[in-house]
């Protein structure tokens, strides 16, 4: 054990080199690229530019701090298509190509790993649910439609089930509250996105994700049988 111990200290402190007070992400981009790269980010439900940076010779850098780790798009030039990644106070290099960015290599944000071992752990079944849909699509028969349907309701049941678990076996995860808001929340009654809101670590309570979900759950209390509706008036442009 003691000859193994400078070892295992060297692996540990090689683990945690990449962690820093800010984010640093450097992008290689080949093929034809743009001038100019933007780091985008959802807010107040529409995508929103955050950040932009010169691209030369066909690298990028974007440097920042986030209070938690979130989820970042990045855009080349005027491109539709997005380099989507877990941004965290860390080193994060980026490898992609201009006509498959949706494909890029990404490294040293552990919670992107995280989520990409998440994807993977549901590929089987998105795979086969897709594969069903394109048959449902072609098919002309209405029971065999029927069927199908049937067949991909059953499949996106256990897909859901596949993330209440994953979220409840890591409450600790900014995922938790992420995979929530992302792909299960409008398949949840009030009682268990509660249930599922309630075990995410207190930790995380000031994380934009677990506060849209508690605002959620007031609003589906507030509109429960006996309660006061809501007020959803709005101000107009002037402010009244």
Do not use: W
């Not at 599922?196 to 930790?203: A, D, H, V």
């Amino acid at each position: 054990m003691k000859k193994l111990l400078p070892f295992i200290l060297i692996a540990i402190a090689a683990c945690n080199t990449s962690k820093t007070d800010q984010f640093t992400i450097h992008g290689k981009i080949s093929g034809n690229a743009s001038q100019k790269a933007y780091l985008n980010r959802y807010q107040e439900g529409k995508l929103s530019i955050v950040d932009s940076t010169a691209i030369s010779e066909n690298e990028f850098t974007f440097k920042g701090k986030v209070d938690f780790p979130d989820y970042y798009y990045i855009q080349i030039g005027e491109s539709q298509d997005y380099i989507s990644l877990f941004v965290e106070n860390s080193n994060i290099t980026i490898t992609a190509k201009t006509d498959s960015l949706d494909n890029a290599v990404i490294a040293g944000s552990s919670v992107q790993e995280k989520y990409n071992q998440y994807i993977n752990s549901k590929k089987e079944i998105n795979a086969k649910i897709d594969e069903i849909y394109q048959t449902y699509k072609t098919s002309t028969d209405a029971q065999v439609k029927t069927l199908l349907a049937n067949r991909m309701d059953s499949l996106d049941m256990a897909s859901i089930e596949m993330s209440k678990k994953y979220v409840k076996g890591n409450p600790s995860s900014v995922l938790a509250p992420f995979i929530i808001s992302r792909e299960i929340i409008y398949y949840l009654e009030l009682p268990e996105l509660e249930e599922l809101t309630n075990s995410i670590s207190p930790e995380l309570a000031n994380y934009h994700y677990t506060i849209s979900l508690k605002k959620r759950i007031e609003l589906l209390k507030a509109l429960q049988p006996g309660m006061v509706a809501p007020d959803f008036t709005q101000k107009d442009k002037d402010g009244n």
